[in-house]
């Protein structure tokens, strides 16, 4: 038989490259590319400052408004990796992000994310609940092992998009874009609006040492697309909600919004008052300061008042909707006063 001719180097690194390309084909009609990696940043030092909030403001930003539709808030596209926003209501909302190019959703409200209908639009989501006093160092690590490790673009969210979301979102920024914290700060407070009243999610950002990449990779975490709560945190990511709802529709005079008639006065002050009087009999309400639960028991009465007062106002007694309005402002201002002395501290 003839002898056949051994490949030639050139030709032996020409089959290789074409098998790399067919292989790489294949993997990307399985599901995609891997994540891009982060390669080569570097984490700002973190700053001595007494007022992380004041930092924010020093260097002014150009002017920019949010891009919102489609029901989400307060969407701002802080760098080609980064988007912050509100949270995403429905499968329309959940489009809408996908629209936004996301392909990681972060949410750090306490609700359960619609994992399903995010997996449907080809996003993953991952739940990292956080609170308005800050990040435990679980929540920083958590956060920070998201970004570096899942795929960008990211939205990430909370509920309004204004204070939690954007703290997270800059995270996002000092771990995966390297940005200055300076920077960091000033798209807190300029372009999302995340109040003064924060000052511990400001200094999150701020001062705090961000976990290096070899704890991020030693970390172990499966990215869970859900962290369900019980007790009084469970009743307060519905009543915050609700009481929304209750605020859109005195802004109304009362009257449903036609896109919404499922959402009636007198069902979302029920629905609130029945919140509230079951939160009273909850171990961890119980086991609360004298104050705290002085300020719950607060907002359930004035809440069964703003029932009764709805009802009046159905029947067309007279004063009934400045009774409304007057206990619907004693409602939030038990529940500022809750806050102001235990959630923003």
Not at 268 to 282: D, M, Q
């Amino acid at each position: 038989m003839p002898k056949r001719n051994p490949l030639t180097r050139f030709q032996v690194v020409v089959h290789l490259v074409l098998i790399a390309l067919i292989l790489a084909s294949c993997q990307s009609q399985r599901g995609g590319m891997s994540p891009r990696p982060v390669i080569g940043v570097t984490v700002a030092a973190p700053l001595d400052v007494e007022s992380a909030y004041g930092v924010g403001g020093a260097s002014p930003l150009p002017e920019r408004a949010p891009v919102d539709g489609h029901g989400l808030l307060n969407v701002f596209h802080l760098s080609d990796d980064v988007i912050s926003g509100s949270e995403p209501h429905g499968r329309d909302g959940l489009v809408a992000v996908a629209g936004l190019g996301a392909k990681t959703v972060i949410s750090v409200d306490g609700k359960v994310p619609d994992e399903q209908t995010a997996t449907s639009l080809g996003m993953r989501y991952v739940h990292v609940p956080i609170q308005y006093r800050g990040m435990t160092g679980d929540e920083l690590i958590r956060l920070a092992k998201t970004f570096r490790e899942l795929e960008a673009p990211f939205y990430v969210h909370c509920f309004h998009g204004r204070h939690r979301g954007p703290a997270a979102a800059a995270v996002g920024r000092l771990v995966r874009d390297g940005a200055p914290r300076e920077r960091a700060l000033a798209e807190m407070r300029q372009w999302c609006g995340t109040s003064s009243k924060y000052e511990g999610l400001y200094q999150v950002i701020a001062s705090r040492s961000m976990p290096t990449r070899e704890q991020t990779q030693a970390y172990e975490w499966g990215f869970p697309a859900a962290h369900e709560f019980d007790g009084f945190r469970s009743v307060m990511i519905d009543a915050s909600r609700t009481f929304d709802h209750l605020a859109a529709l005195a802004a109304r005079g009362w009257k449903p919004d036609p896109g919404h008639p499922d959402v009636h006065p007198i069902n979302e002050a029920g629905k609130l008052t029945g919140l509230w009087t079951r939160s009273l009999t909850l171990p961890d309400v119980v086991g609360q300061p004298e104050d705290f639960r002085a300020w719950v028991t607060g907002a359930a009465v004035a809440n069964e008042r703003l029932e009764d007062a709805l009802k009046r106002m159905q029947s067309g007694a007279s004063g009934a909707t400045d009774d409304a309005n007057r206990y619907l402002a004693e409602v939030k201002q038990s529940c500022t006063g809750c806050h102001r002395a235990y959630r923003n501290r």
